[in-house]
């Protein structure tokens, strides 16, 4: 699986962003990425990689750090391959690399991913 995560910048602080995630399997058919539960990382300069977010294949299970809780949405797009991270309200203490991750294993806040694919992260910075 492939992924190529998109959409990041500088934003002021109470600003929205939102990340996208296009997601492509060549030796699958096609929308097989919908088998795949997906989410978000991210890692701010100097800290660990930390859960964000993530959904279960058809987006019912949706789950959320408590940091971002009703701040942010994540969303997908299984007919396009692509996962969504609508981030509103945003923070200084948001600023970090955002990765999204792919995973066959049922999403969850620990332990997650089990053995994922990850895209190569965008960066987002939020100014005070």
């Known amino acids: 699986v492939q992924l190529q995560a998109s959409g990041g910048g500088l934003v002021q602080t109470g600003g929205s962003l939102r990340l996208s995630c296009a997601a492509s399997?060549?030796?699958?058919?096609?929308?097989?990425?919908?088998?795949?539960?997906m989410g978000w990382f991210r890692q701010a300069p100097g800290k660990e990689r930390e859960f964000i977010s993530a959904l279960s294949w058809v987006g019912s299970q949706k789950y959320y750090a408590d940091s971002v809780k009703g701040r942010f949405t994540i969303s997908r797009d299984n007919a396009k391959n692509i996962m969504y991270l609508q981030m509103n309200s945003l923070r200084p203490e948001d600023t970090a690399v955002y990765y999204c991750?792919?995973?066959?294993?049922?999403?969850?806040?620990?332990?997650?991913?089990?053995?994922?694919?990850w895209g190569q992260g965008t960066l987002v910075t939020v100014s005070s």
């Open positions: 399997d060549r030796s699958l058919h096609e929308n097989a990425i919908a088998e795949y539960a």
């Open positions: 991750v792919a995973d066959r294993a049922p999403p969850r806040t620990t332990g997650w991913p089990v053995d994922g694919y």
